[in-house]
Each structure stands twice: as structure tokens, then as C-alpha cells.
């Protein structure tokens, strides 16, 4: 848990000025007023005190131990005081310090010697070239932030230093809490990763919010994100358009891939939260840190107002949340209770002049209900209304059910001791009904991440040495993509079914061939330097007979001739002609940050126009597949539409679970397509037509 | 305008109470406290002076004339005074009271006869049941609001009484200011359309916003927002689920047509923008209320800090707006003017340590720039920031260029005075970038709706007599629905291209019109009690000679009998086999409040499974359907995919047009499918090849 960190004993500031205008004092101001309770050592090379401490020159000087050091020095000087820090058995390191990596050039160099000497004592570091690190817990405020948070229990990370300004200066009067606050600077060594880690066995936070730019170690991040988010949910907003789009790609799916598709996918598959914007970051960050996780989906509503019930009940119908049905008992309380023009239905209308007494009935009948998950109380506020009160009714409520209880409150001028009132105990208000239910959902989505059983990773038996081998004689021949006969190899190793397929290398050759395998036939050119086969005239379908086959070959050998001259012509490839079925795609295409990405549509125009393609990162697990081919809008012509039979998706999903697994085998893969998979009727499988593949 | 309402110059208040609980009390105390400088004219039956004003009990006893009367007394006693304001001359009235309509039965007979006295009279008449108007321009407050807004002008209807006041609550301390503030109530005279017409030509208003309910005069309403749309940009929020869903719908057009399906029409037809929280209708608002209409769509965006200019940025990219490429003038001045280490392309970073110099040195560059149409100011709060002269470098940018400025300074505990500046200089803030850019790209939707064309309606010749007469007749004999035969006379006289088709009625006659037509033909049964020709087989295509026709016409015939033993069987319609093309469905659906929607999409699954269809309230105008058409999102397969060639839209759009007209002239189309249009390559025009009409 980063306990050098963020739990220190003895901390020593190095670079603690006594000049009021410098960074290194206004760190150990930070330090020292804001109540760190451990011992406190301001380093600097001449003073003898700063802000009334006895000051020692070097960490060596210090006669106790030290757990952490925070480092506000010119960056030519902090390699050796790093290196002190290790000899004096340092272990925590915040190097705010400017002037690495982000400046390029030497400071790239200078980054590059600073991780080596932490790695080579040991320590964890923060930064460098970040506002530092605060932590309420053990009230420790290592950074030159303007601001202390107030304690909470929401722990925060930041790519942008002034990303935290803003978030420290946007919460302070609203009362948002925080345990860990940490601005990451250029992660030379702590990352998201590494707090996701730290951060997955912390009592002191009960949610974990994340501002990203970018994650270098992809996998790691997914890995440490799944572990954390079956216990703490982890809101993130990832920002920045990545150069994704330059990349070139040779392949459908690669050309499909944006650079949104691993961020989805990542997040998707390891249960992170993803807000659009900082609002929706901390909407919902109140909620989960105010109160218990959402069991279900079925809300009901209580207002004093039928406009705001509307749009309230618009959001949930809109949010994949339900309006709860109320059991008949408690339709009978809430007609006992409540006046006869109030609306004992969900919404829950208790009518313009409710004080709290109606409120309290509408609100302990809904949260008793067992067909209920979630209240959402509006008010607005009207001269009846007595607000304090309310609040109490609704704090009380909170108090004795297990369920959560979010408000709106619409409007300002009149709420603020009442909205104050509601944040000091815990009931997360939102300005206007929309976003509490958004905030509801995305909630409830976590809870069915949590729900989500351990992902099974099915492993097929396959001839792996047999592909190894292939990529190696191409890789010797100097090509990058297969032929259609090594894909086809690939493809027979790693266990899909394919068409008959074999060589014809004269006319005559291919009417043998062709009547062997029973005609009609397919006859496709092979070179391999004719890529795009059909484009030239190079495939021949439907071929019915053995003058057909002899004809078909000569006249496709023509037009490769008149198309490139010089290409070699491998011969024909004669293909049993498969019956038609439904076409899909799947694809393959390398992220630079997370690796394979794969993705499923349905083939032609449905992915290429329609661009209608899912992608998940490989390893993908049995229920992750499931999950991806239902996510795409044409999944209901795969279920059969207009009395069609169902398609075999499990032999769609079983090939996209051979495909992770074989490009999960082999990394120098970095696009394929297989276009088309033809999908059968359910029970009769599905059959790979074409495939390419192209090498590292 | 609505002088009578807004601008009175003396008005009464009747049930002015001397008791402060009363609501008349309540209004009273608002028109003489809130500096209302016309004569005010207490109405009571007993008390001689309310608040020190003498009180007559009739406005029969007021001596002077009156424009206004705001009416709080119970519903019982409301008919009588309105009778008697109709004979002192008064032309405006505000019923605030309650009683009526909305609480049935009595109450509802009780409108009628309001209503029908107020129109009696020449009245015009805002609720009842509503909490009043308010004017800043006549300082008149009319309402029983515990809040007076601040003059400003943001004009303001509202559909509920409640988020009115919220709306009021919540405004207040932002100092965002209205011209005129409207609670509809039942409508029973002035409702949403009256204030349009009334607030188009208001100097005073440089927005309107409206939350609705729903709308009861769809065309009247479509009317008056197109004419004020174009002056004033008219933000709409509209909630309520309808009860579309229930309505029973025996078309495909009919089941498409959500309930929400007609709103998305009608505004985009109108030019109202629809904001979909409370929070985008304010956004709006104050960037409309603050800042000169925007006129291009290239943003430039400052910054202090790095991350949040990347939000910005995804966001610009995101919302349809472009990031503005700086002119090599303009960088070259930030480069002279901005330190090194600053960012001097778009989005320009002033740095972390920036004071009001460096903004103002790339702000005056960025508005001065032709090629920037808008520009974002972000700050975060940093040590080194000077706020207020930041405020004041922008507010001087500002004036200097007719080009709109927003800000998103990101905080709030250091941002306070900062903050209050902006507003108070017309510079709208937002807390988060995104909010910012998402409202700059609705304002330039605003600005490319004011440079549409005014729509032009092609009106085809057709044969409208020849259609009525054919309704006429099916209506005599008591169908609804019009047999094949029919709906293919109602396409001909609308001028659209069929295949040819005539009745056989005899096997042999079949082949005889077959050979006339030229094989291969296509035949169907014709019977008025078999609806769903295909599903019993009813249908044969690809009849290649005079025995086969013969076959289908008795194998046809045996399978209609065996289906239904009693159908009347008029025959078998023989039909001209036409080539394939795209399929399209153009269908009509109507909608109870705005009449007839007409949709189209490609047809079979893309409108089936995919749902991906456009509609567009009849009649539309040759612009909004070729909007219509590529609005869907299969519109690239009509445009050619994969060196297709491109679909004949002109004949799909011509189609849509003769539909719209069709529709437009006969209101008892209640549905319509024409499914499918057959749509050959462009210049080759479409074919209908089916088509059901279903009367009222």
C-alpha cells in the first residue's frame, strides 16, 4: 500500500527554503501546518531553521530514520541527493522537482538515471515534475498545493498537475472529502498501476477517481484494475486524442480500430467506470463514497413537484434503470398517509405545500419496499417547505436502510444550509434530477461488474509448433504477410473449419482437384504479389464443371499477367464452394499500449459502412466474447429476424476465442482479418473463407 | 407582444389579502415592493387599504382604466370578476388560482367557460393554475414567487409551476437575469405558441427558453418557431414520456414512429434547440444572453495548463466544431510575445505560471486571427495567476471583436470575485471545459439555421380529385384499409412510377397479361380479406412462361382457400418483374399533436432490426428532405459503396416530396408504407413495388 509513502514516520523536505517565495516552503508549510503528526526534517544546504525547525544539510546529517523524502530542488542536483536518500535507507520518494522527461533532451537522460538509482536502492517514487502528494489519513500534505482537502474517503490520481488545482479548488467549498490525493507527474516509477495496487486494500477510500492522458503499461493496468474494481469502484475520464490515426493499417479491422477501441475495451473489461466529463467524475464519486452500493435497478422517486418527476422518470427509462413497482402495501401506506391529490404511485408526488412530515411517509414507505433499490427525493423548493427538516427525514431514512438515497434539491439561494446539511451526512444532492439517476446507473453497473463471475479463459488444443514454424520460414523469406495457403495453415493449426483447398498449378491440375471435391468450385489466383484478388478478377466462384475449371484458369492467369507481369504465379487455389450463410468479421489489430485487440461484427457493409464492430482486448474470456458479439447493433440478425433460424453464435464466439488465443500465442501477429467467417444455422458451425494475416 | 400581459400600465389584483399568509397578499407585496411604476388597483370585498394602497372590492369601482388583472380567489368565484374585468375594458389577464382543469370533471367544465367569457370579451388570458409572470423591463412581478429575478435578457416559459421556481431559486445567486418569466399553467389561452409570436419581435430578449410538457398545437407551434427561430434562438427542454407507446400502430412506418419521433422532427424543422438536462438549457442561455452570435465553426482555445486543454480539444473534435489552424501571422506574434516553453499552435498554452500579460498577448492574437471564429478561455487557478486582470484582458478582447469569448475558469474557492466579474461583464463561465465547447457548437447549429434558404415546397400536378374520389367510395363501404389495386391508383395519380400490373381473373388470363407484359412476371392474390399476401404463399415471382403463370394462378388460389375458405378471392394481380435495385421504405405515420410524419430509410433490416430511419413532419420542403435523407445512417450505401454507383436519391427525395404532398392533402392518411421503393442508379429513377394506405 505504498505505506513509505503515504503512511511516513519521518519525513525530510529537501529543498525547504526559508524564503516565503519558493516552492521548497510553501511543501514544508504544507507539511507542517496542515498537521502531519510524524517527525518533519527540512534539508537545505545553509539555513539553519525554516518555519522554527532545526535544519540539517544533507539526509546523511539526520540522526533518526527517514521513510520519505520530497525533493523541491533544480533537477541537476537531485540525482545525488536520490542517491543520499538511498544510503541513509530512504524508501518513500516525492521528487516534484521540474525539468525531466517533459523538457526532453538531457532531462529525458537525467529521468532515465534518476529511475535506475531508486531501482537500484529500492525506493518508490513519485513524480518527478508533479505538485505532490496529500493524504488525510495520516494528514500529510507533501505538495505545493494552495489547498488542503478535507478528509473523505475519495482517493484521487491526476496526470495533470493542474488538473489537481482545479479539483482541489472546485471541491474545497463543497465539502468533498478525499484520503489520497496524488498528482503523478511523469511516473518515472509509481503509476496508475501502481496506485490501483496500493490503493486495492485501502480502508480509507471507498472510491478511486482517476484523471488519465494516457497508460503506458496497458496490461498491467487491466490486471491491477480488475483485482481493485471487485472491491472499489474506480470512476476514470481519460482524455487526449492519441496519434492512433496516423497509424497506418493495412487491414479492415485495423482500419476499423480507432484509438478509442483499446481505452473502451480496457475499461470495459476491467470494470472501470468511464465519466465524459469532470461533472460526471465526481457525481459520481459522491455517490459511491456517500453511500451503499446499489442492489438493483428498480428506483422510485419522491417529489414535491411533477415536472421534475418527469424528466426524473425520462432519465430512468433513458439510463437502463427501472421505475420501481410499488407492492400493494405500500400504495396502501402512502394513500393513508398522504393527501388525497397526492400521487401514490412511482413518482411519488406528495404535492407543492409537503413539509417533511409527507415526506417521511412517502420516503420510509418507498425505502421499505422490497421491490425498490434506490430513492431519488426531489425538491423544489416552495414556501411550505421546511428544508432542514426534510433532510432529517431523509438522513434518517438513509440511516435504516441498507439502500441508497441521492436528492436534487433544485435550486440555490434558499438550499444552501439544507444542502450543506445534506453533504455533512453523506446524501450525495445534485443540482438537477438527471444527473443523480446517471449517477444511480452507472452505480448499478458497477454492482454488476461485481456480480460478474471470475473470467474463464478457455484454452483449445492446438498445434502451436506448427505456426511457430510457419512464422519463422516467412520471417527467413523477409515477408511480412501471409499468403492465403499460410493463412489457411494457420488457420487448420489453430482448429477453425475451412473450405477443401488445394493447389492447381496447370488447367488441368484444377479440373481434377475440382472434381474431386464435387462441383461448383472457387478459383482464386495465388501470388504473392497479388494481394487484392478480387480487385484484379483473380477469384472465379460458381464454377460448375471441368471445362469451366480449365477455362477459369487460363483466364485468370491473363488478367495476373496483364495486371503485373513480373508477379509470381503460384497457381490456382481451387476451394469447395461453401453453402451461403450469414458473413462475419473477425479481426485482429495491435494497440501499442494494450496489444491485441479483437473485433467482431457482421462482414460487408455492416462493419465497413455501418462500421458496426466490438472489440475486446485478447485474452478474452468465455463470457467476455459473449458479451462482445451482443454488443453490436446488428446482433439481432444473428438471433434471426423476419423467422430466420437463429445463427450459431457459439461457433462465431468459438472463433473469436481461437483467435485471442492464437494471438495471444503469438505477439509478432499485428493485424489479421478473417472475412468472411460464414456463420451456419445454429448446431452447424460456422466456416473461415478468407483469412490474412499480417506479421510483425 | 402582449402589451396587456407584460406592459400594462395600471393593474388590478383581485383577492389582494390583508392577511400575509394569503397568495394574494403575496402578489400584492411583489408588484409594489418589486418597483412596479404603474397604478395598482387592490381588489377586496371588505378591506379598505392592503399594504397602504386603497382597495376597491369590484374593478367596477376602480374610477381609472386598467390593462391587467391577476386573479387569486378561489375557482368558484374566478367566472363572475372575469366577467366584470370584461366590462371595465380589460384586456389582460392572470389567473393564478387553481381549481380548474387540472383537477377534472367541475374544474374542467369551469375552464371551458373561462375560456369562452376571456374570448367573448377580446381577452387574452395567461393560466390559470399557474404562479404568475414576471417582467423586469416593467419591473412588474404578478406572481406569488418568493424570489425577484435579476433584469437581464434570457426570456422564459415554463410548463410547470415548480421548476419555475427552482429555476428562480437556482438563478438568483448566479445573477443570471430575465426579461420576461412566464408560468403557463393549464394554457388556457396563452400557451407556448402565443408567447412565441409575442417574444419575436421583443428587443428586449436575446433568447427564449421553454420547458415543455407537451404541445398541443403542433403546426401552430411549428409555425411561430421557424418565424422567431430565425431572429432569436429559442432553447427548448421538453420532458414527458407520451403515451405513443400504447398507440396501435399496423404499419412499419407506425411502429417505428416513437413518441419522440414528431418532437425531433418539430425542432429540428423549427430550428428550436433542445437541450436535453436543465443544466444545457442554461449553458445555452447565458452564451446566447452574453456573446455575439457565432459565425463559423473554428474554435481557438488558451490555456494555463496542458490537461485541461486536451479536454477541450477532444471535445471541440467531438461536438462538430474544428480546432482553428492559427494563421503563420498570428503564431508568429505568440511566439514573440509567449515564452519558449509555451505552446504557440492551437490550443495555445500560456503555462502553468501565466499572468494576464501572456493571456492577453494569445487571446488579442487568437480574436484577431480571421481564421478563428470563437475562442475558449481555460484557467486553472495557479500561485502565479492575477484573476481579476485575467477577467479584465478577456473583457477587453471581448469588445474589441464581434466574435464570442466563453471561459472555463476551472475552481471555485479562489475563484469567487474572478467569477462574479465574468458574469458581470457578459462572459459566460463554465465549470468544466466540455460544458463550454458544447454549447459554442450548438450556437453555431443556431448560426448555420439562420443562413438556411426559407423552405420552398415543390408542389407536384397530380390527380388529387381522382384520390378523393377513390377514399370516398372505400369509406362508403366501410374499409379502412385500401386493397392493393387502390393504394397502386392513389401512387399513379400522385405521379409516382409503378410496374405495370393488371387483374387476371382467369389462369388464362394471367398468361395472356403475362405475355403482353413480357416475361419474367411476378403474381399476387387479390383479395380484400388477405393482408399478408407473402405469408401464405400468396406470392410468386420469376414466372418465366404462359404454363407457369397458369400453375401459379391455381396454386395460388388452392393456398388462399385452404387459408381461408370464405375470402373473397377477386383474382391475381400480374405484375412486370422490375430489375433489382436499393430498397427504400417511405412511410407515414400520424402524429396526434403535429400531424403527419413521414419517414424514410432503406428498407428490410436497416429499418426492421436497425431501426435507421429519419422522419420529417409533412409538408417538408425540398431542403429538409434531402437533410432527411442523409441523415440516415445507411445514407453512404445510397451514395455507393465498394465502386457502386450512386442510388437515384433525387427520385427518393422527388418520392418523399409526392408522399409529403399526398399526406398533406388528405389528413385521413392516418398510416402509410410505401415498402419498397425500388431505387435504380442515379438518372434512373425508383419504382414503387408496393405500397398500404390505412384511412381514419
Known sequence: MLKEIFAPEAVAVIGASPEPARLGHTVLKNIVENGFRG???????????????????????VPGPIDLAVIIIPAQFVLDVVDQCGKKGIRGLVVIS????????????LERRLIETINSYGMRMVGPNCLGIIDTISSLNASFAALMPD?????????????CTAILDWSKPKGIGFSRFVSLGNKGDVDEVALLEAWNDDAHSKVILAYLEGISNGPGFIEAARKVTKNTPVVAIKSGTTTAGTRAASSHTGALAGSESAYEAAFSQSGILRARTMSELFDLAQLFAYQPLVKGNRVAI?????????IATDAVERSGLKMA????????TLRAGLPAEANVFNPIDVIGDARSDRYKVALDAAMADPSVDAAVVLLTPQAQSDLIETVDVIVDAAKRFAKPVVTSFMGDY????????????KIPNYQFPERAIQSLAAMHRHYLWTQRPEPQYRRFEVDQDRVAKLFADIRSSGRVELGEIEAREVMEAYGMRLPKSRLARTPDEAAEIAAEFGFPVVMKISSPDILHKSDIGGVKVGIADASGARDAFELIEYRARKYNREARIWGMLVQQMVPKGREILVGVSRDPQFGPLVGVGMGGIYVEVLKDIAFRLAPISEYEAEEQLRSIRTYPLLRGVRGERRADTDAIIETVLRVSQLVTDFPEIVEMDINPLVAYNRGEGAIVLDARIILK
Do not use: C
Request: charged share 15%; glycine share 14%.
Open 39 to 61: 517527525k518533519i526534517y527540512p534539508i537545505h544546504p545553509k539555513a539553519k531553521q525554516v518555519l522554527g525547525i532545526d535544519t540539517y544539510s544533507s539526509v546523511l546529517d
Open 98 to 109: 521540474a525539468g525531466f522527461k517533459e523538457v526532453g533532451g538531457e532531462g529525458k537522460e
Open 151 to 163: 478528509a473523505g474517503n475519495i482517493a484521487f490520481m491526476s496526470q495533470s498537475g493542474a488538473m
Open 302 to 310: 419522491v417529489t414535491n413537484a411533477g415536472g421534475p418527476g418527469i
Open 325 to 332: 413497482t410499488l407492492s400493494e402495501a405500500t400504495v396502501a
Open 414 to 425: 434558499s438550499l444552501g444550509p439544507s444542502l450543506e446539511r445534506l453533504n455533512a451526512n
